[in-house]
């Protein structure tokens, strides 16, 4: 009998679209996303997709100073993957969000596949107060804001990429993001098996319906064959469900307060790895096995 394709756990531990106001587990400082990054390896992220915060203010930021105090704790501690961020933060310059990945080079980071409304406003009508102006700000703004990714970001990260040996999470937001990553594979701006992050339920994105997830996997297995690994994230109380459906399609899954701050309905989670323990349950559950680190990495074709 042939064996079972394993499934990867990707967890994004902090993110920049949720605050802190919203959640007091949110890891902040550099030690509080290293502790969570441990943690999550531990619980069986063999990724884990890394964002930056201020240390005082909670706000993102993509200073490779802020990204040094947590890269070496996690590098001594765990084998996982480690995947940074070039979308930062949607109300960051492109110029800025590419820091992270220029300084460090890192085997794997994320990159977003076109431009789009990124709607967090509605989260203003759930929370009473926040601790910092720039909290209703970031919340307020995005009622006019694109996330921009234009053809030429995209091909501009890409070449950084290839010259630096880094491969990419790709993020589809959208059906039309599978197109433009098939289209940039034609024209050889990056090449080898894919990784696609398909993204469920952002307010500008596809929604999170059972039938969008279907759409999305149809519509990859014909642009890419065998060319590519499929992974979900799905957005607040859609997380689990999606990696549920994900996982039972042979696709792989991501977690994390990044994506959703509940455990289950009403209830925060209390930890990533509280994410992971979850989702690992699962997957178990449906008799499938975890990748290890150096197993995602092998599937990824990544430099190690
Ligand atoms: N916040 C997510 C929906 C990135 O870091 O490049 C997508 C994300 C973007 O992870
Ligand atoms: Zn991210």
Not at 214 to 235: I, K, N, P, Q
């Amino acid at each position: 009998m042939a064996s079972q394709r394993k499934v990867i756990i990707t967890c994004a531990l902090t993110g920049a679209i949720h605050t802190p106001s919203m959640s007091p587990h949110l890891p902040v400082t550099p030690e509080e996303i290293a502790e969570e990054g441990i943690a999550a390896a531990e619980a069986g992220a063999a990724i884990l997709h890394l964002h930056a915060r201020d240390p005082h203010s909670g706000k993102p930021t993509q200073d490779p100073a802020v990204f040094e105090r947590i890269l070496p704790r996690l590098k001594s501690a765990t084998d996982a993957v480690v995947n940074l961020t070039t979308g930062g933060s949607p109300h960051m310059s492109v110029e800025e969000r590419m820091r992270p990945a220029i300084e460090f080079k890192p085997e794997l980071a994320s990159l977003n596949m076109g431009s789009i409304n990124f709607g967090l406003f509605p989260m203003l009508k759930r929370y009473d107060s926040f601790q910092h102006e720039w909290e209703v700000e970031h919340l307020e703004k995005s009622r006019d804001l694109v996330f921009r990714n234009t053809f030429a970001d995209i091909e501009k990260t890409m070449t950084l990429g290839a010259e630096s040996g880094t491969r990419f999470e790709c993020e589809c937001y959208d059906i039309g993001h599978l197109y433009n990553l098939r289209h940039l594979m034609d024209r050889g701006f990056i090449d080898g098996r894919v990784f696609v992050q398909s993204v469920f339920g952002i307010l500008g994105g596809i929604g999170p319906h059972a039938e969008d997830v279907l759409h999305m996997r149809r519509t990859a297995d014909r642009l890419f064959g065998d060319d590519y690994e499929w992974s979900v994230l799905g957005a607040g109380s859609h997380q689990m469900r999606i990696a549920a459906q994900s996982a039972a399609m042979g696709g792989h899954v991501r977690v994390g307060l990044e994506d959703s701050l509940w455990l289950a309905p009403g209830k925060l989670a209390e930890s990533n790895a509280s994410q992971v323990a979850k989702v690992r349950k699962i997957l178990e559950g449906l008799s499938l096995q975890i990748a290890t680190p150096d197993e995602a990495r092998e599937m990824l074709q990544l430099k190690g």
